[in-house]
């Protein structure tokens, strides 16, 4: 990817500069496309060179940069050189430039871009990747859907450069909640409404008890002692909870199945429970300790007794809390996997609780705590149904499925689609992700309804919709073209824009890899499907020459593969027709 040229230029520069071409490799960047005019493909930045030298007169960049591109010659890979703001920009030969590019798209197909020499010697690692983690017997929020959606980008990242990732759903299934929730179905629960509708029947059931325990203190104190029973293994109330658990989990599944995702591992709190009493002895065994006048169980973080270090890690019944069970997690996680690194994706607002964890990991000896990573992110504020509020993910997925089909049923262009319901469940999804992953994923930002179906603009229904067109180009003139192709028939600038945008995508996959930002990836594809349509208004194939039409029809082709590679990375499944 970037075919080799950047490692080329680097030979070049090496000899000039004497220093061993891996250290350039990485100041050596593609230039972004510009409307106004053609830009060259590379540029040298000057300023990372002496970055790396001890030379505190830092002599004039500009000077720096024109006295090394003078230096440097032209040859059968750079065809012209010039410098610009502080850079040498080199300009690739546009023959090998099309011919390169466009066959390493076709050889390479869903590997395009990982092939690169910004990713040689990159150690293969295990990665544990934790995400989604909703509470069992209560219907799958809204609020999970962001953890989804950004852990499944991230491990399908991941796994694309070659890493051994394993993706686990750490359930919130144990805790105080579950005591409410035994209590709350032995008053009020019915087991034909569990059977046909769990979560749902689940939820009103939670709803109902916490009302109750907040006037009724006898109903909170048998909560208490339901929690208490399960954590002492009592058969009863454990084969209540086991049944809870399993019902809620398979209708998670369903729901993942319609996101198009999946987990290696589904563990929770639950797994734990003993565990946890280990990790308290040894908590002890070290001196970490202490007891409160409440009778709970404290780690002091500061060791001066900043109230803001305080961690409890046990209640005063002796029950364990969510810190306690999330360290016990994370060692038996060590045991088992081995990680090289272990990402969790949650809300910013658990960043505290994951800096205290890993404190706690640390000050117990463990070294391997700075291999564990907190991916934060913002909230989704106004998403609404026709309804009202929505609190349930499926909800969403219903209303997103239903809008489209009315979007698509209202286009006079829509093909006659086989399966219309699942069409407009892709398209509709595709919306929804790039909605979501246009800003930096710390941010908060307020979810609308009308910006996610525009089939115009920076959306997910304009990604498919530029994917299904170039799919029909190719389905109703590729039979007889796509053999060789004439690299003289694409030098117009709007072939050459596509050539130049598609020679980055390494670069936006390295800077993702780098920051875990997806924000990056859907910046290209849009800009890329912006590209392609001015392209597709322009470089017609019906009634061209054959020789041209063949090569256009590849340079399209080119195009939707590598539209299809990051769709896929960002876990949206591409539609053919729509």
């Known amino acids: 990817m970037a075919c080799g040229f950047r490692r080329s230029i680097a030979c070049q520069l090496s000899r000039v500069l004497d220093l061993p071409p891996e250290n350039l490799i990485k100041s050596i960047s593609a230039i972004p496309i510009s409307r106004k005019q053609e830009v060259a493909d590379f540029q040298l930045s000057v300023d990372s060179l002496l970055e790396n030298s001890n030379d505190h007169s830092r002599p004039d960049i500009q000077v720096q940069a024109m006295q090394l591109a003078e230096k440097l010659k032209c040859d059968t890979v750079v065809s012209e050189i010039s410098t610009g703001q502080g850079t040498v920009n080199f300009k690739i030969n546009r023959e090998l430039l099309t011919k390169t590019v466009l066959q390493q798209v076709i050889e390479d197909g869903s590997k395009y871009g990982l092939k690169s020499e910004l990713f040689s010697g990159l150690p293969q690692k295990k990665i544990v990747v934790e995400f989604s983690s909703p509470n069992v017997a209560k219907k799958f929020h809204v609020g999970h859907l962001r953890s989804t959606i950004i852990g499944n980008f991230i491990a399908?990242?991941?796994?694309?450069?070659?890493?051994?990732?394993?993706?686990?759903?750490?359930?919130?299934?144990?805790?105080?909640?579950?005591?409410?929730?035994?209590?709350?179905?032995?008053?009020?629960g019915y087991e034909e409404k569990l059977q046909s509708n769990p979560l749902q029947h689940l939820f009103e059931v939670y709803v109902q008890v916490n009302k109750e325990a907040a006037d009724d203190k006898s109903v909170a104190k048998s909560a208490q002692e339901f929690f208490r029973r399960l954590e002492l293994g009592d058969m009863q109330a454990l084969a209540l909870w086991q049944k809870f658990r399993d019902l809620s989990i398979e209708e998670y599944i369903r729901i993942y199945k319609r996101l198009g995702v999946h987990f290696d591992?589904?563990?929770?709190?639950?797994?734990?429970?003993?565990?946890?009493?280990?990790?308290?002895?040894?908590?002890?065994?070290?001196?970490?300790?202490?007891?409160?006048?409440?009778?709970?169980?404290?780690?002091?973080?500061?060791?001066?007794?900043?109230?803001?270090?305080?961690?409890?890690?046990?209640?005063?019944?002796?029950?364990?809390?969510?810190?306690?069970?999330?360290?016990?997690?994370?060692?038996?996680?060590?045991?088992?996997?081995n990680f090289d690194t272990m990402i969790y994706v949650t809300d910013k607002g658990q960043k505290k609780h994951f800096q205290q964890v890993f404190q706690m990991l640390q000050i117990m000896g463990y070294d391997w705590a700075e291999r564990c990573q907190h991916v934060p992110f913002g909230v989704v504020q106004g998403m609404k149904t026709r309804r009202g509020d929505v609190t349930f993910l499926e909800d969403v997925l219903n209303e997103i499925r239903l809008r489209m089909l009315q979007n698509m049923a209202s286009i006079k262009t829509t093909k006659e689609l086989e399966n219309p319901q699942e069409t407009a469940e892709r398209v509709g999804l595709a919306a929804l992700i790039i909605q979501d992953f246009r800003g930096l994923l710390l941010s908060d930002y307020q979810f609308s309804w009308d910006r996610v179906f525009q089939s115009r603009g920076d959306t997910g229904v304009f990604l498919q919709y530029t994917h299904a067109r170039l799919h029909s180009l190719e389905e109703t003139f590729g039979c007889g073209y796509l053999n060789d192709f004439n690299t003289a028939c694409l030098q117009e600038p709007q072939s050459v824009s596509i050539l130049q945008h598609l020679l980055r995508f390494d670069e936006v996959l390295y800077r993702s890899s780098q920051d875990l930002q997806p924000r990056h990836i859907v910046s290209y594809l849009l800009t890329l499907s912006h590209l392609a349509a001015v392209a597709?208004?322009?470089?017609?194939?019906?009634?061209?020459?054959?020789?041209?039409?063949?090569?256009?029809?590849?340079?399209?082709?080119?195009?939707?593969?590598?539209?299809?590679?990051?769709?896929?990375?960002?876990?949206?499944?591409?539609?053919?027709?729509?």
């Open 156 to 188: 399908n990242l991941k796994e694309a450069l070659g890493h051994q990732v394993t993706r686990i759903n750490y359930l919130g299934d144990w805790g105080m909640q579950f005591g409410l929730l035994g209590t709350g179905f032995q008053l009020f």
């Open 265 to 337: 591992e589904y563990s929770g709190e639950s797994f734990y429970r003993e565990k946890s009493q280990e990790v308290l002895k040894l908590l002890d065994s070290k001196g970490l300790l202490q007891k409160t006048i409440k009778g709970t169980a404290v780690v002091d973080l500061s060791g001066n007794g900043d109230p803001s270090s305080i961690c409890t890690v046990m209640r005063s019944d002796g029950t364990s809390l969510y810190a306690t069970r999330d360290l016990a997690a994370a060692i038996d996680r060590m045991d088992k996997y």
């Open 536 to 578: 597709h208004k322009t470089l017609h194939i019906k009634d061209s020459p054959p020789e041209v039409a063949g090569a256009r029809l590849h340079l399209f082709r080119a195009v939707r593969s590598v539209l299809a590679n990051g769709m896929k990375l960002l876990g949206i499944t591409p539609v053919c027709r729509m």
